[in-house]
């Protein structure tokens, strides 16, 4: 085998700012473009794989040996050229990639042609998935394009990070100790700092491009004002330069009112100059971000969390989302960068139900009339990243009422890979289905005049097709840490996995990415696949049935949000409370949302709302999200509700159960390592189910009177 790689060392564009130096003892290397990363992984990945030395040809003239492997693109490569009619190329989009068996003579080549040369990259562990997932290279004729622009993730460093290499494995309690990237400044006995770079960030870099992913929000959305430093920018920089030949671009947190942090001085605003209409406010945000694109030139922008969990905001100042969302995207547009606005606030005071609150201080925005004649205040390089679910990441919800509604604004989806209410590092979850189930979730949107929109999916809303936007991000809220396997639960490189190929292409299949995960990392031997990918496509319903079924919000203990506290309500803020969301009395259980309710649901399109709005008609599975449901209530099953409640939390502990027996079967055939660290979390993992199936029935009994007809 050879592989074919032109012109490696060429792009110009690699202007690596900083000198920067792997740490002593490192195995990865530090990569000078995004072709020598390609030529890399082909060479790392087809010699480990065909278990041979791998040839690599720079200049191959005409007579490519037979069997050769040609990265590239047209611009880099005559080979490619030869190869690769330009037309073929010009049909993928930006970063997509054509993979093409080419026959002449006797000899057959495969040609990985990239639109860029990150789509050669792509291409590259396309083409090396297909041979870990043992599919046929014979008459190769692939083009794939990815169907969102910007696949982001989104990285709090400093919290809800289950991935840390301490000793529980979970980096603290809120997972706030497992950062995979280390800023603490340099000094005596001070930890490695960039430039020095650490091999786990090559590993992650590598992780991420393997997957599609184009950037990182490196901080925390609570964010600290260090990071716009000069003493950090000179660390980010760093960073960018060992992440760039992968594809990979950074982007900031920011704290809204960082223009009045003395860390600044003498470049401080006071509150009088805090307007963001205003030029003060403005030029301050222009400087900064232009101090930090001299440093890292393919800078992305900023991501905003403002007015939300006590973060500053324009409300501080007397100006809504639109305004503040607006003054930073007028500061950073002359740079190109862009804003993402989070979406995730809930004033009490807008509402009494707090999942209508965001819709209630955002819609209008974009409904605005603007002098121009257009509507939709929001400037077009702001993004409104938008949870899935009109909560906080609850493992079902329904889809955010804003998808859709907000035509006239780039709206961004955020779905979090980091299982913070989905079991953290000791449940096995694959959530792949749940976000094929939101991207696949029919918003029956309609135009202005009231018809249905012909693509109307959330992916529809999410990839621009249904409201005609061409920029479109995916988010995900990342789950990398210092953990040797990066994740912390073997199974959450799933969820990273599954990511990053949704995010490219969000119509795929669920199950076709978990059989692909397996085979790539456990085997690809029918009992090993068969096994694990049943294990992991019930997971996720499985534990929706054991912790919050039939449609039931947030009932998480304080704080830590892993274990069960149904009862509690001493939270400072009533919405913080799971009796908020469960409404349990001698009635029922669950939150009148419908219309004799908060009416959440006149939010959706007419169809939705309808739907939703009914006891008869709403989803079973999402039940108590819009409904007070009574105990009597008849279900489906033809149980009536208690009973099929109660079947719920006693079915997904048995399925824990299931796929802790379905492991113990597969011994034989995984390595004895991480056989046992994954034996050990299923044991942790149904001790916590049957402790939240049992801890909820028997607080939901003290309402209903009940008894519990259920063999445990
Ligand atoms: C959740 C999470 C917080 C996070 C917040 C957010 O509430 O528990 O840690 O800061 O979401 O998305 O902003």
Redesign the pocket.
Known sequence: TAVVVENAGRNKSYRHTRDLSMAPGSTERLMASTLEAAREELVRGLGGLLDRPVRVVHRPGRALPDGAVVVGTRESSPAVRRLVPAGDLERVGRDGYVLRSVVQGRRTFTVIAGRTDVGALYGTFAFLRRIQTHRSLADLDLAESPKVVNRHLNY?DT??LYAGNDESGTGGL?GENGAIFNFAATGAGAPLNLPVVLDRYLVAARAMASVGITGITIN???ADNSYLTDEYIAQEAALADALRPYGIRLALSIRYAAPLDSRFAPDTLTEEQMAPTDADFQDWWTRRARRIQESIPDFVGFTV?AN??G?PGPQDFGYDHGDGANGMATAVAPLGLKIYW?T?VYNPDVDSDRLKRAYLEFGHIDDEPQPDGSTGRFRDNVFLQT?NGPL??QAREPVHPMFGRMENTNQAI?L?ITQ??TGQNRMLCFLAPMWEEIFKTDTYATDEQGQLLDKRLVGHVVDGTAQDHSDTAVVG?ANLGNADNLTGHHFSQANLYAFGRQAWDWTLDSGDIAADWVRMTWGNSREVVDVIVSMMMGSWEALVSYQTPLGIGHQFTA?V?YGPGPSESHLPREDWNPVYYNQADSVGLGYDRSPTGSDLTAQYFPVLAARYGDIGTVPENLMMWFHHVPWDHPMSSGRIFWDELVHHYYSGVRYVGGMRRAWDSLESRIDARRFAEVKAKLALHETDAADWRDTCVGYWQRFSGRDIREPG
Do not use: I
Request: aromatic letters at 18%; charged letters at 40%; a negative charge.
């Open positions: 709090w919290e809800r809120n925390n959305v609570n969390k939300s969990e973060q989070r995730f949870k906080d990441f955020e979090q913070e209410y809220v704080g949000h």
